[in-house]
């Protein structure tokens, strides 16, 4: 399984939908519908997460409205009821990622723009990626939950597209390069 985990600020849709959204979509979708074998989980701060599960959803559009539409329905599902389910597949928590970081399996890996070291891809991975910017808080909680960082070429990406090259070497069987 390939797990996608993103870290935004509560204001994120506000001010930065599109890296969101296409975070979402180079994680998640390849042109003939989702990746089965993948679950993308994008954190709010404190205001919960919005999961969508590869496997079992249906009838998502790529288009940054329609994904927009989902997660600000899952934010405020989060903040009326607490969470549950919003489509098939696609389901909305008051999880942080610091307490769902410990339950990860396979290769635990984290993208911070730069440093790190190859690490193979060839099972099921946990990957989590931050916009703006990784913190240092982020980080120090991620390596005490045996998370290494990696880096995916000579130039910082952003998390969009750091998303699609960490699929496209894990298709390709590859490393994530240090």
């Known amino acids: 399984m390939r797990e996608f985990a993103l870290l935004v ?7 930065d939908a599109g890296i969101v959204t296409r975070f979402v979509v180079g994680a ?3 042109s003939h519908g989702a990746r089965r ?8 701060g404190g205001d919960g997460a919005v999961t969508f599960d590869g496997a079992s959803m249906r009838n998502v559009r790529p288009d940054e409205q329609s994904l ?19 489509m098939q597949g696609i389901f909305a928590s008051e ?23 190859a690490v193979s891809l060839g099972g099921g991975f946990c990957a989590v990626f931050e916009h703006p910017t990784l913190s240092p808080s982020t980080e120090a ?16 990406m952003t998390v969009d597209q750091a998303a699609v090259v960490a699929n496209v070497r894990a298709d390709r069987g590859g490393c994530w390069q240090g």
Do not use: C, Q
């Open 9 to 15: 600020p509560p204001d994120a849709l506000s001010r």
């Open 28 to 30: 998640l979708l390849v």
């Open 141 to 156: 909680a991620l390596e005490r939950a045996g998370f290494v960082a990696v880096n995916l070429g000579a130039t910082p």
């Open 95 to 117: 999880s942080r990622l610091e307490g769902e970081v410990m339950w990860a399996k396979g290769t635990r890996v984290y993208y911070r723009g730069h440093g790190g070291r």
């Open 68 to 86: 927009s539409g989902i997660l600000r329905a899952g934010i405020r599902r989060v903040r009326e009821v607490g969470g549950g389910r919003l």
């Open 37 to 44: 074998d993948a679950r993308v989980s994008v954190y709010f």
